[in-house]
């Protein structure tokens, strides 16, 4: 996939909470043996959203579980954090898989850091995954759209620049490119593929 995927950890929020927990003891009867496991279940509500446009890239409920053998006669305590904090690492792993995969199918979108004459930084690099000599638009943010009944950005207003051309990538965050048509670029605009390009 030429236009890749890049994200920076500051472009979005993950909020959540944790909506249910509980503890079972179950008993596993085997040929040879018979196990009792206390077993904490937790159900966390989650979104993962985009910072800068408001809005939300995924919308969840997770459930994670973590076994501990039970040993001995005696009632187990009140409280073992260890079954809550299990339950938890693996309801957020799970979590954190979907949020990756949902990443990684999202198109690359950056942003030019610096223009000097025809030859251009962005926020791209060699995570970005877009190859040398792929073309990209840029465009310029005229206005914020934003709801008027709760005053979150639902998009942008953008009207085209021109269009680039990765030449290099200094290391695994910036990429200089050179201008393909256009005018008028300036640091802070954005970097998208082309539409419609066969290289996506």
């Given at each position: 996939n030429d236009t890749g995927s890049s994200f920076d950890a500051l472009d979005?929020?993950?909020?959540?909470?944790?909506?249910?927990?509980?503890?079972?003891?179950?008993?596993?009867?085997?040929?040879f043996s018979r196990k009792r496991y206390i077993v904490a279940r937790v159900t966390v509500d989650y979104a993962f959203s985009d910072i800068t446009t408001g809005r939300s890239l995924v919308v969840e409920s997770g459930a994670g579980e973590y076994r501990k053998i039970a040993t001995?006669?005696?009632?187990?305590?009140?409280?073992?954090?260890?079954?809550?904090?299990?339950?938890?690492?693996?309801?957020?792993a799970k979590a954190t898989g979907k949020i990756i995969r949902k990443l990684g199918s999202m198109p690359f979108?950056?942003?030019?850091?610096?223009?000097?004459?025809?030859?251009?930084?962005?926020?791209?690099?060699?995570?970005?995954?877009?190859?040398?000599?792929?073309?990209?638009?840029?465009?310029?943010?005229?206005?914020?759209?934003?709801?008027?009944?709760?005053?979150?950005?639902?998009?942008?207003?953008?009207?085209?620049?021109?269009?680039?051309?990765?030449?290099?990538?200094?290391?695994?965050?910036?990429?200089?490119?050179?201008?393909?048509?256009?005018?008028g670029f300036k640091a802070g605009n954005v970097v998208k593929p082309l539409p419609y390009s066969n290289s996506q």
């Open positions: 979005f929020r993950l909020s959540g909470a944790i909506t249910a927990y509980s503890e079972v003891e179950e008993q596993i009867d085997t040929t001995g006669v005696q009632e187990r305590p009140a409280f073992d954090p260890d079954l809550r904090d299990g339950a938890l690492r693996d309801a957020l979108q950056g942003k030019l850091l610096a223009v000097d004459g025809a030859s251009l930084v962005l926020k791209a690099g060699r995570r970005s995954r877009l190859k040398e000599g792929i073309q990209l638009a840029v465009y310029r943010v005229n206005k914020v759209l934003v709801d008027p009944d709760n005053g979150q950005v639902l998009g942008y207003k953008e009207s085209k620049v021109g269009v680039i051309q990765i030449s290099d990538h200094r290391d695994e965050n910036l990429s200089s490119a050179t201008i393909v048509s256009g005018s």
